[in-house]
C-alpha cells in the first residue's frame, strides 16, 4: 500500500497534466463544434501555383476541390482542419492537370476519403494514371460528373453541377473542366477550375440566371483564357478569389482579368499575398475571416 501511494505522489503531476490536456482537448473541441453550428466555410487553401478549395458544410461534411502541387496540400490543411480529423467525404478533381491533382497522393497516404468527383477529361500522363490506380486499390466510389447533378452536404448546403453537360474526354484538361455551384441558403460560390471563355459564355447560353454567385472563384488562377466581361456580369460576384503562387513564371494573374474585375469594383482577394482565404456563410451573407487584406498586380507580386 505505502509502494502504491509513493508510486501516485511520484507520477501525480504527470497525471494532473495529461488529465488538463485530456479537458483542454474536449473544451477546444466543444467550442469548435458549437461555432461552426449552422455555418459553412468556404476556403481558398494557399498551396502555391495551383488550387484545392476546402469546403465544411454546417453539418460537418467536408469536401476538398482539387489538390494543388506537390505536398503543399497536406501544409495547408491544418488551417482548416484539427490534427485529429482524418478523413475527407468527398475529394473533387476538376481537370487532370498536376496543379490541380498531384497534392492527392500525400493526402490519400494520410486520411480516409470517401468519394472521388471528377469532371471526365482525360489524361495520358503515367502521374494521373497512378492516382486513378491509387483511388482504384483503396476501393474509393468515383462519379463523373454530369450538368444537372445536386450532391448534398448536409444542414441546407449543396453543389451543383453546371458544367460538363456531355462527355467531355475529348476536350482539353481546360475546356472539360468541372463547373460547379456552391450554394447555402441565400449565399453562393462559382467554382470553375481552370475553365475557359468559351465555356464560360457557353454556360451563359444556356442558363445566365443561374450564374449569379456571392463569390466567384475565378478560371485558370486570374489568366487571360478564363473570366470575361459578360461571364463577370452574369455572375454578379460581391468577392473575387484567385488561386495564384507569388511571382508565378505565368504571371498570373494577367493584367486583362485584373482589369475586367477592377472595371466592376469588386474586391478581389489573392492566396499569392494573403495566404489561405477562409470565407464563412450563416446562409444569409459570407463574412471574410482573414484580417490582412493586401492587393496585387499582375503576375502576383506585392503594390
Avoid at 465544411?56 to 490543411?77: C, H, M
Avoid at 448536409?154 to 460538363?164: D, H, I, N, R, T
Avoid at 488561386?243 to 513564371?249: C, F, I, K, L, V
Amino acid at each position: 500500500m505505502r509502494s502504491v501511494i509513493s508510486h501516485v505522489k511520484k507520477y501525480i503531476k504527470w497525471y494532473m497534466l495529461g488529465l488538463l490536456c485530456l479537458t483542454s482537448c474536449m473544451l477546444w473541441y466543444a467550442v469548435m463544434t458549437t461555432n461552426n453550428k449552422g455555418i459553412l466555410t468556404f476556403a481558398v487553401l494557399d498551396v502555391g501555383q495551383g488550387e484545392a478549395l476546402f469546403i465544411e458544410s454546417p453539418t460537418g461534411v467536408q469536401v476538398l476541390i482539387d489538390g494543388g502541387p506537390g505536398k503543399n496540400l497536406l501544409l495547408a490543411l491544418p488551417q482548416v482542419l484539427p490534427w485529429y480529423d482524418r478523413s475527407i467525404d468527398m475529394i473533387v478533381v476538376t481537370n487532370p492537370d498536376l496543379d490541380h491533382y498531384s497534392g492527392f497522393f500525400s493526402l490519400l497516404d494520410r486520411y480516409s476519403v470517401a468519394s472521388v468527383f471528377e469532371s471526365g477529361t482525360i489524361s495520358k500522363t503515367d502521374t494521373y494514371r497512378l492516382l486513378e490506380k491509387k483511388i482504384e486499390d483503396k476501393h474509393i466510389l468515383k462519379i463523373i460528373a454530369s450538368r444537372g447533378q445536386r450532391i448534398d452536404l448536409g444542414g441546407g448546403a449543396y453543389l451543383e453541377v453546371l458544367f460538363p453537360d456531355r462527355d467531355v474526354s475529348g476536350l482539353s484538361s481546360n475546356d472539360g473542366s468541372l463547373v460547379m455551384r456552391l450554394v447555402y441558403g441565400e449565399t453562393s460560390v462559382m467554382l470553375q477550375g481552370d475553365s475557359t471563355r468559351k465555356i464560360e459564355e457557353y454556360l451563359e447560353a444556356l442558363d445566365r440566371k443561374s450564374l449569379k454567385s456571392t463569390i466567384l472563384k475565378v478560371g485558370h488562377h486570374g489568366s487571360r483564357t478564363s473570366t470575361g466581361e459578360s461571364y463577370v456580369e452574369a455572375v454578379q460576384p460581391e468577392f473575387v478569389v484567385i488561386s495564384s503562387g507569388r511571382d508565378n513564371t505565368y504571371g498570373h494573374p494577367h493584367k486583362e482579368t485584373l482589369d475586367t474585375l477592377s472595371a466592376h469594383t469588386i474586391a478581389v482577394f489573392n492566396t499569392c499575398v494573403m495566404g489561405t482565404i477562409v470565407f464563412r456563410s450563416d446562409g444569409v451573407r459570407f463574412s471574410l475571416q482573414n484580417t490582412k487584406v493586401v492587393s496585387v498586380e499582375a503576375g502576383c507580386r506585392r503594390k
